[in-house]
């Protein structure tokens, strides 16, 4: 069986209210192996860059703003069918319609800081692992018996 990987962020609000801990918490506890991880602030052009795929919203600019307000805590989470199992750990993108028990259930209030991101594809963990962690560092990391601890400016 070939391992998936996603990439799981978490927000700046999540970091600011000391939520890094019991995020990860969540994700040991549900069996995935934690592959990568990396305490980060990012740039406008990063920020847009990953959220490329929403640039007509009419949000998009107040989600660059959140995203760059403050450092992430961005990672690559491995296991079985690891997307899909850690969009159904996070939960629904509006907290108000997130059931309790997942992350954003439990966690938040708000569409607009909802403090975590995680990949909707395995081509967009891909693509996300590749823009944070730079290309080859999923194979990198999925090769490893230990996380990859990288610390980024
Ligand atoms: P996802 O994060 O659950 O995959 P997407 O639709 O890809 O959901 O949206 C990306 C992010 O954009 C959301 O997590 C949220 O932070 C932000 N967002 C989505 N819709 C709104 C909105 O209506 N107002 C403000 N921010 C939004």
Redesign the pocket.
Known sequence: MQVEQTFVMV?PDGVKRGLIGPIITRFEQKGFTLAAISLRSIDRALAERH?G??KE???FG??VS??TSGPVCAMIWQGEHAVENA?SI?G???PVEATPGTI?GDFAM?????I?????SPSSAEREIGLFFGSGAGAAAAASTVPTHLIAG
């Open positions: 927000k959220y795929e929403l919203k009419p949000f107040e989600l959140y995203l969009r996070i629904k993108t509006n954003r708000d569409i607009a800081g909802n975590v991101h995680g990949s909707d």
